[in-house]
């Protein structure tokens, strides 16, 4: 590892969340450094707005934006500030310590003092042929319908839900507002959502339920045109035009490089302790954006939680005198931080 000092604030991740803490990090002078991550198959830098081809409710577009374009707004707006950006992820991370070590997929180990996490979830897909191509394209495949069900492309339209739990429920009853119909697939012949849940789906006049049937391929080009189903009893399959697919089988909290070291939900969500609050189990660590928020996953609340780990970190940090230049002032950090910002 090489001798340079601990960088005051470290943003791992490239959502909504990370660029609003960079942001106001940088405005408030903390030098931050953000890891955006690199392209894999499962993300990409920007997170699940990447996926979105239009953003009809994020505050201040009157007209709309595109995901790409009010991700690459925000990452330039961070930059402006000062923000610097390395396009690497964050492989592993020893938290044990202070300042935390921090290892680049590439690049020598570096310091913190502070850590915002905010790598956020990746949507569950089914892992069907076309599914992703056309969720890219935005060709009509979606994995959040408060998201996108109220584009025009989806309006007076026959929308198929795949899932079976509360969120599938959620989906599909929010979907009513716009759909002609609403075909809620499901593999097997009951729902594993909540009775309350369960029934206001059920009893709607506007959603179908499809049992013992699972999503086998979804058909269309530059835009979906159907879906080719499969009986989960008898094989057979069939043909169904729909004119939308929403996927609603969960999300898996990106959290593996952490290992254990900081405390989770039983779903892998980071907790935070305290009520609107952003701060982890471990002192000077701080969590924003969908990877501890299982509940809206909306990218106004995401940039929300942005700030405030933004705010948390600068307040953290003045509080035990740190971060003030560039160098830490002793050698030893203290190793009862927890215990301080505890007894704060």
Known sequence: MDTRPPETLV?????????????????????????????????????????????????????????????????????????????????????GQHPFRLR??????????????????????????????????????????????????????????????????????????????VRLIHRRDELRASRIMADRVLKHPKIKPVWNTRVVDVLGYDEITGIRVENTVTGEKSDMPVGGLFIAIGHTPNTAFLNGQLDLTRHGYIKTPKAWRTATSVAGVFAAGDVMDDYYRQAITAAGTGCMAA??????????????????????????????????
């Open 11 to 95: 943003i791992i991740g490239s959502g909504p969340s990370a660029w609003t803490a960079a942001i106001y990090a940088a405005r408030a002078n903390l030098r931050p450094v953000v890891y955006e991550g690199e392209p894999s198959r499962e993300m990409i830098p920007g997170g699940q707005l990447m996926y979105t081809t239009e953003v009809e409710n994020y505050p201040g577009f009157i007209d709309g934006v595109t995901g790409p374009e009010l991700m690459e707004k925000l990452r330039a707006q961070a930059i402006r500030f000062g923000t610097r950006v390395e396009q690497e992820n964050i492989a592993s991370v020893e938290l």
């Open 311 to 344: 705010l948390e970190a600068e307040r953290w940090l003045a509080h035990l005198g740190l971060g003030e230049s560039p160098v830490l002032e002793t050698a030893e950090a203290p190793v009862n931080l927890t215990q301080e910002w505890k007894a704060s």
């Open 104 to 181: 680049p997929s590439y690049s020598d180990e570096i310091e913190a003092l502070t850590v915002i996490v905010a790598t956020g979830a990746r949507a569950n897909w089914l892992g069907v042929p076309n599914e992703e191509r056309l969720a890219q394209l935005g060709g009509g495949v979606s994995a959040c319908a408060v998201c996108d069900g109220a584009l025009p492309a989806f309006r007076d339209k026959v929308l198929a839900v795949v899932g079976g739990g509360d969120s599938a429920m959620e989906e599909a009853l929010y979907l009513t507002k716009f759909a002609k119909e």
